[in-house]
């Protein structure tokens, strides 16, 4: 299984300010994913990072908003880009197993935005 | 389009006692099928999947869960339940052609009371 490391672990905003998360894996990974979890809610798919590429966003999702880095196989940034309170939420990075299928998570970065 | 129901807001069970957790799904393919736990402040926790073979799958912590592809159903089981079982639960679907897009119940919280 995967370990993943995100920082912040929590953090409290400014709307209108940026701030980037980031998501450390012990393992070379093909794939990284970023998914939003809003208070009370579900998880929903930000984009899907693949190293050397450019970040495939879910409908509803833009980079404009929500950039996205993945400078090596084990490294990647969410930014969240003049925040609202509505951006409020958990952001999650996660990493899929390829042999076994299954989906590894971090521990999550709590935004709260004011 | 892939998607996946948690008719169950809250499931309350007492110690000791049987619990199931619902999951319907929807895929255009096979489906590979998923439940994950959330404990409070903390990221997802992989329970079992079901990607082939036995209809009945065992995972961690005893908990079981059982595929019934004529009624599009996985859901989650445990013979006697424990107060630290006490959690958030995601059912989650993605089908055999989506790579590792994974789509997410809606969540059921489980009370399990002394």
């Known amino acids: 299984s995967a370990v993943i490391s995100q920082k912040p672990s929590r953090d409290i905003c400014q709307r209108g300010t940026s701030l980037t998360i980031q998501c450390q894996v012990d393992?070379?990974?093909?794939?990284m994913f970023w998914y939003r979890q809003q208070p009370g809610q579900s998880l929903t798919l930000i984009a899907t990072?693949?190293?050397?590429?450019?970040?495939?966003?879910e409908s509803g999702f833009v980079i404009d908003k929500f950039p996205i880095s993945r400078p090596n196989l084990t490294f990647s940034t969410l930014t969240v880009s003049n925040m609202s309170p509505e951006d409020s939420s958990i952001y999650l990075c996660?990493?899929?197993?390829?042999?076994?299928?299954?989906?590894?998570f971090g521990e999550g970065s709590r935004l709260t935005v004011l | 389009a892939q998607s996946v129901a948690q008719p169950e807001d809250q499931v309350n069970v007492a110690e000791g006692n049987p619990l199931t957790v619902k999951c319907t799904y929807s895929?255009?393919?096979?489906?590979?099928l998923f439940w994950y736990v959330q404990y409070p402040n903390r990221g997802l926790q992989f329970l079992l999947k079901?990607?082939?073979?036995?209809?009945l799958v065992k995972g961690s912590y005893g908990f079981e869960a059982e595929f019934n592809k004529s009624q599009t159903s996985f859901h989650l089981k445990k013979p006697s339940a424990l107060v630290s079982d006490s959690a958030l639960y995601f059912c989650a679907v993605r089908d055999e052609t989506g790579g590792f897009k994974t789509i997410f119940g809606a969540g059921t919280r489980l009370f399990v009371k002394a």
């Open positions: 990072a693949n190293q050397g590429s450019e970040a495939t966003y």
């Open positions: 079901y990607i082939t073979g036995d209809n």
């Open positions: 895929v255009s393919g096979n489906p590979y």
């Open positions: 996660s990493v899929g197993d390829t042999n076994t299928g299954e989906l590894f």
């Open positions: 393992s070379q990974v093909t794939m």
